[in-house]
């Protein structure tokens, strides 16, 4: 049955046209808000697949399957097609849709940019995340945030660093919303998504003939007039690429490939890389004159793996979020979990954390979180910062035992339950691999861990 367009309208202010597709991609629910997008008839849509709808879009073309596969929202997305010879522009945000048997399927919103919106009060793609939006404790994580809502207000460039999954695009949305441009429109691009030469056209617009198939087109500078664009993974462009950008930062104008015509724009700038900069620049990689230029104001976001009492802060959130969500209902992690936790390394970060949340509520409907619960893949690399295995250098032994006025015995012991620690955490707590691993009997093993109080 048809949702009333009034009805569900103000659900998904300011949406132009929603799609629902199943996980195979057969459209469940389709609406053109204002005729502006996609220009077909919810009858006719009702039932077909998706490639039917856009036979112009190939699967990794689509939002909603970005969505499916990653098993993540995915916001404000930059799309430009054609259809039916008419050059179209949106900003796509899709949601998956998940159950205890795991996607079954997602909802695509889509906001149209096309040149009699771009100007008019309607057109609001704005932030989606603020400060309450970021889950920490960390007294020195918070503390940043005075410094960052300073540049949010700010009219400079911002450049974003820090590693893969520490919520980079969070931080991005959040300087946005705090910043005068917070009614202007909020973009995000991805840089290392899109080949290098799609890229320019992407970022400055074409005009018609530049090259085959080009028509006039407005780039994302331009669709961004007045408000934010968010450069992800920044570090991805090319030498050549930089060093147009780095003119239309320092001209505030754009020339669309093609033309000789300069246009003027009011845009601001917010980059992030997972990368070091600095040593790029060192490499050669990155132009140093647009490092300098970005880098005016900039934010470093801590590792996951610096801010440890977030750890069952985040762990408990995203319980809660997949609980709700599966129907499932797990009550926490078991101590070995959370000293194993404490003590991994998270490569991936928060990113990482939810997908080890995320997969142990799909498996797992009750109780508490065990170890034998956890990802294989997590007990194959380093979980102790410390870098414990590495006994054959004196140094770091001295460096990271010793203790001076302690007796030898306390010494020797605390190296002995880092060992164990490491060792039982490896084998998931497994005795018997442990016991072998280490070549003591069980019961000597036995014995060591109750007197550390890793049982």
Known sequence: MKIENEALKPMFDPTDSIVIIDS??????????NDQINMIRYENAIGKSIYE?????KR??????EAIDSKSVILNKFQQFEINGIPKKSLNSAYPLINETGVIGCIVTSVSLDNKNVRTKKYSVSAKYNFEDIITCDSKFIASFDI??????????????????TGKELIAHTIHANSPRKKNPFIIQNCAAIPDNLMESILFGSSKGSFTG??????????????TLYLDEMNSLSLDLQAKLLRAIDNKSIRRIGESKERITD???????NESLSEMVKNQQFRKDLYYRLNVASYSIMPLRERKDDIPLLCNHYIRIYNDRLNHNITGVNKAVADFFNSYYWDGNVRELKNVVEYVCTIKKEAEITINDLPNYMFNQKTIPSNIENLT???????????PGDSLKSQLELLEKEIMKKSILHNKYSITKTANELEISRQTLYT???????L
Do not use: M, W
């Open 53 to 57: 709808l856009y036979p112009f879009f």
């Open 148 to 165: 960052l809502k300073k540049l949010a207000i700010s009219e400079s460039n911002i450049l974003v660093s820090g590693e893969t999954g």
């Open 60 to 65: 990794e073309d689509f939002t909603v399957f």
């Open 267 to 273: 845009v601001r700038i917010i980059a992030s890389t």
């Open 448 to 454: 060591k861990l109750k007197k550390y109080d890793l």
């Open 24 to 33: 195979n991609g057969k459209v469940l629910y389709y609406e053109d808000y």
């Open 393 to 403: 250098d004196k140094k770091f032994i001295l460096d990271t035992f010793l203790a």
């Open 214 to 227: 080009a028509t006039d087109r407005q780039g994302l500078f331009e669709t961004s007039e007045g408000g």
